[in-house]
C-alpha cells in the first residue's frame, strides 16, 4: 500500500509539483558551474546546488537538453523512506534525501571535489527535500566524457535513519527540456537486435504521466520533432517512470524499489547521450553488449567506477533458499552488504560437513566482454573463526558463451577469507554470457549457524576493466574490427582495412591526442617513434563502416 501511495504522489500531482517548481526563483545556470568537454559535448555540474549536473550540451551546434531551473531538478541522486512529519508546500512528505537541495532554496553542501585526469568528482551532503534539514546520508559522482556519451558513476550511502518502508527509488532524477516532448523506448520480444518497432509517446498540450515497466532494452529518451534528443541507458533497469509538463520540463527516471535502512550502500551507472535517435540507440547497444562506449573514454578510472556487467542480472543456484532475507536474485541486486530484505545468496540445506558441492550461475543476458569478478561475502556476522561466514574454501570460475561450453578461467584452494573483505579475481578476457561459481568444497560456517556448512555471498559484481577485448605490446597483432597493429621495425604500424574516409586518432593514457591521420581505403599508417614515448596509448579509427579502437603498449 505505501509503494502505491508513493507512486501515485510521484506520478499523479506532477501538475502541482511543475507549478510550484515554477514558480521558485531561478538561479543563473551560468553561475558556479564546474565543466568537462570534449570535442563533442560538454557538461557541467552546479557546485552551488550539491554538484547535480545541470548541464549537457553540444558543442558545435551548442544546444542544452536538461532543465535545471531549481534545486529539485537537474540530473541529481534522490532518495526515498519513511514519513518524517516533514512537509512539501503543505503536502505531508518522506524522508527524501536530494543533491540538489529543498524545496525552499536550502542548497545540498558540496564536501569534496576534483577535477584529474579528465574526470570530474563531487562529493555532497544532501538537503532533505520536504523539511530541509541536512541529512547524513553522503552522495558521490564521477563523470567522464566518451565521445557525445557521459558516463556517470553514483555511489549513496545512508549514514542516518533506519527507514523501514519499501520504496520506489529514482536512479537517479532526470529533467530535461520540455522542447523534447517525444517519449521513446523500447519493450518488445527482441532486444538489443535492432529491432525497428520502437513506442512513441508524443505528450500532449498541459501535462502528462507514465509508469513504464518492462522495458527489455534498459534505456529512455525524449526527442523532438527531427528525432534529436537525449536518452539514457541505466543497466540492469527495467522500469521507469516519466512525465512531461507544458512549458516546464520533461521528466523521467530509471527506478527500483528498496529499503533504505541505516547502512545501506548503493553504487549504480549511467550513461547518457545526446543526438539522433538512431546514433543514441546504436550507442546504448554497443555499451550494452561491451561494457563501455564505442570510442574511448577521456580518462581511464579504477574498475570500482566502470559499469557493473552482473548488476540485475539472472542468478540460478546449484540450491537457494528463498526467504524475506535470502534468495539468488539479491546476488545481483547491487546491496553488497548484508541487510534486511538483502542479505544475499544461501545455499541450501545446511550440510553437515564441507566436502560439498554448491553453485551459482549468473546470466548476463548476451555475450559480454569481462575481466574481472568481484565477491562480496555476507557481512551481518562473522564465521565461528572470526572470518567471512561460509566463503567458498574450493571453487572455480567458469565462463560460458552463447552455445558453448563452460571453461574454467580461475581456480581458487583453502581460501578462508580470513579478513571477511570483498575479494577480487582478475583473469583473462572474456567474451561470454553465463558465469559460475563451482564450489567443491565449502568454508567455515557462520556464528549464528554453527553446525551448518553453506556457500554464502552478498552480491557478485562483473567488470571489463580494460578498454577493449586485446591489448598489444612489442611484438605480434592484434585486431579490432577494421583496425590492426604491427610492429615492424622499430615502428608502430596501423594497418587500416575500410572503404571510404577515415580518421585515426591515437591518444595517450589521459586522453592526450598525440597524433591523427586523415585517409582514404584501405592502407597502413606508420606512427613516427618520436611520438610516442614509452607507455599505454589508445588508437581510434572512424570511418562511414563503424569504428575501433585498440588499446597498445609502446616500449
Not at 14 to 37: E, F, H
Not at 416 to 430: E, L, V
Request: charged fraction near 15%; hydrophobic fraction near 35%; charge should be neutral.
Amino acid at each position: 500500500m505505501l509503494i502505491l501511495s508513493q507512486e501515485e504522489i510521484i506520478m499523479k500531482t506532477v501538475k502541482i509539483i511543475g507549478i510550484i517548481m515554477a514558480v521558485l526563483t531561478m538561479a543563473s545556470q551560468a553561475q558556479n558551474l564546474s565543466y568537462l568537454q570534449n570535442d563533442s559535448v560538454r557538461i557541467g555540474v552546479r557546485m552551488d546546488m550539491g554538484g547535480g549536473i545541470s548541464s549537457f550540451s553540444l558543442r558545435s551546434p551548442p544546444r542544452e537538453i536538461l532543465n535545471a531551473s531549481d534545486e529539485g531538478r537537474m540530473i541529481q541522486q534522490s532518495w526515498y523512506g519513511d514519513n518524517d512529519g516533514s512537509n512539501w508546500g503543505g503536502r505531508s512528505w518522506c524522508w527524501n534525501p536530494i543533491q540538489g537541495g529543498c524545496w525552499t532554496g536550502v542548497r545540498g553542501i558540496v564536501l569534496a571535489s576534483s577535477r584529474i585526469n579528465k574526470t570530474l568528482y563531487v562529493k555532497t551532503q544532501p538537503i532533505n527535500w520536504g523539511g530541509c534539514d541536512t541529512i547524513n546520508a553522503p552522495m558521490e559522482e564521477w563523470i567522464r566524457l566518451a565521445g557525445r556519451v557521459a558516463h556517470i558513476h553514483f555511489k549513496f550511502v545512508n549514514n542516518g535513519r533506519n527507514n523501514t518502508a519499501l520504496k520506489l527509488q529514482e536512479m537517479p532524477a532526470v529533467f530535461m527540456d520540455y522542447s523534447l516532448r517525444t517519449l521513446v523506448y523500447y519493450k518488445g520480444a527482441a532486444p538489443w537486435t535492432d529491432n525497428a518497432a520502437v513506442v512513441r509517446r508524443n505528450a500532449p498540450s498541459g501535462t502528462d504521466y507514465w509508469f513504464l515497466d518492462t522495458l527489455t532494452e534498459n534505456w529512455l529518451a525524449y526527442v523532438d520533432g527531427t528525432d534529436f534528443g537525449a536518452g539514457v541507458y541505466a543497466p540492469g533497469t527495467k522500469n521507469f517512470c516519466s512525465y512531461w509538463i507544458d512549458q516546464s520540463c520533461a521528466y523521467f527516471a530509471p527506478i527500483r524499489y528498496y529499503t533504505v535502512n541505516n547502512g545501506f550502500t548503493f553504487e549504480y551507472d549511467l550513461y547518457v547521450y545526446i543526438g539522433t535517435l538512431s546514433a543514441m540507440r546504436s550507442e546504448f547497444d554497443y555499451i550494452h553488449k561491451n561494457g563501455r562506449p564505442s570510442v574511448p573514454y577521456d580518462s581511464e578510472l579504477p574498475a570500482s567506477t566502470v559499469a557493473n556487467l552482473a548488476l540485475g542480472a539472472t542468478v540460478t543456484g546449484c540450491t537457494s533458499l528463498e526467504s524475506s532475507d535470502w534468495g539468488a536474485v539479491n546476488l545481483t541486486d547491487g546491496i553488497t552488504t548484508s541487510v534486511s530484505g538483502s542479505k544475499g545468496y544461501t545455499s541450501d540445506p545446511g550440510q553437515t560437513g564441507p566436502n560439498n558441492h554448491e553453485c551459482v550461475t549468473i546470466d548476463l543476458g548476451a555475450n559480454t566482454l569481462f575481466n574481472r569478478l568481484i565477491l562480496y561475502p555476507r557481512t551481518d556476522v562473522k564465521s565461528t573463526t572470526g572470518g567471512a561466514p561460509n566463503w567458498p574454501a574450493n571453487f572455480t570460475i567458469q565462463v560460458k558463451p552463447d552455445g558453448g561450453s563452460f571453461a574454467v578461467v580461475q581456480t581458487e584452494t583453502n581460501d578462508s577469507n580470513s579478513t571477511a573483505q570483498p575479494k577480487t579475481y582478475n583473469f583473462t578476457g572474456q567474451n561470454a554470457r553465463y558465469i559460475k561459481i563451482d564450489v567443491t568444497k565449502l568454508g567455515v560456517p557462520a556464528s549464528d549457524e554453527t553446525g551448518n556448512y553453506r556457500f554464502q555471498l552478498a552480491e557478485v559484481e562483473a567488470y571489463n576493466t580494460g578498454t577493449v577485448s586485446a591489448s598489444a605490446h612489442a611484438a605480434g597483432i592484434v585486431t579490432a574490427k577494421a583496425l590492426a597493429l604491427t610492429l615492424e621495425n622499430g615502428r608502430t604500424v596501423f594497418h587500416i582495412a575500410c572503404q571510404g574516409a577515415y580518421a585515426l586518432r591515437v591518444f595517450d593514457a589521459v586522453g592526450n591526442e598525440r597524433a591523427i591521420y586523415r585517409g582514404h581505403d584501405q592502407g597502413n599508417v606508420a606512427v613516427a617513434s618520436t611520438m610516442l614515448s614509452r607507455g599505454v596509448y589508445f588508437a581510434q579509427l572512424a570511418h562511414a563502416q563503424g569504428s575501433a579502437t585498440i588499446k597498445f603498449v609502446a616500449y
